[in-house]
């Protein structure tokens, strides 16, 4: 077998089949609050304590949902070539589904850091963050995810592994939102793009497979094709 670079940029669309609501839903509201009171660095000056509590809330929920057959499906995908993972997601479906080799370029819900050192991070599995809970710096402790108005950290790295892509698969996001659509432009000439997406758009990525189907659908016909 001929053994291939496959990055997967995956999207909020993965994970809403296996049940987690995404930012974009009805009115700009996620699990009913509005973004900019849960999910912004004003938002945690403003009310710490309400945000950490939304956040425990999905970190609950985030234990009560399992990885899908897309999730599962991309896993797989490492039988027979190196796969990497791209996800905007913070939940770990992927981690639990097998992927070995997964960037998270949002953060991850699992996680805790220090609000004084982003670098300051640690693993709290599903447990809850506290009002009083301190990094060894004396500050309180905040879910390690990049909130709106923050930078992208890991941006960067994302890039350059895109950049060595043979094929690009992109799962769940419809290319309107960035950074997806800066990553999907960084993936070399040579590469094959394959997009599945319900809203996805023609034209966005010349030459791209386009694939208006959900990921549950289409990932693991698309993986039994590339293992061959």
């Known amino acids: 077998m001929d053994r291939r ?10 994970s809403a089949e296996s049940g987690i609501p995404t930012f974009r839903g009805s009115g700009g509201l996620w699990f009913k609050h509005r973004i900019e009171d ?23 929920q985030l234990q009560s949902v399992e990885p899908n057959t897309a999730h599962k499906a991309l ?9 990497s993972v791209v996800t905007q997601n913070v939940d770990n479906l ?3 589904a097998g992927s070995t080799n997964v960037l998270h370029l949002h953060g991850q819900l699992c996680r ?22 301190t ?8 879910p390690d995810v990049v909130w709106f108005g923050e930078p992208v950290p890991m941006m960067d790295a994302a890039r350059e592994v895109v950049s060595t892509a043979d094929v690009l698969m992109i799962v769940g996001t419809s290319l309107a939102v960035y950074p ?8 070399p000439p040579r590469a094959e793009v394959i997009v599945v997406d319900p809203e996805a758009q023609a034209g966005k990525i010349p ?14 016909l698309l993986v039994d094709e590339l293992l061959g």
């Open 180 to 187: 997806a659509a800066y990553l999907a432009h960084d993936a």
């Open 207 to 220: 030459g791209a497979r386009i694939y208006r189907d959900k990921a549950t659908l289409r990932v693991p």
């Open 75 to 83: 896993a797989r995908l490492e039988q027979g070539h190196r796969v």
């Open 112 to 133: 805790a850091r220090s609000s004084a050192d982003p670098d300051w991070a640690v693993d709290i599995g599903y447990g809850s963050i506290r009002m009083g809970q």
């Open 38 to 60: 849960v999910a912004t660095p004003e938002a945690f000056d403003r009310d710490p304590e309400m945000v950490l509590t939304f956040y425990n809330q999905r970190r609950a």
């Open 5 to 14: 670079h496959i990055v997967v940029l995956t999207g909020a669309g993965i």
């Open 94 to 96: 992927h981690e639990r």
């Open 135 to 142: 990094c060894p710096l004396g500050s309180q402790l905040r």
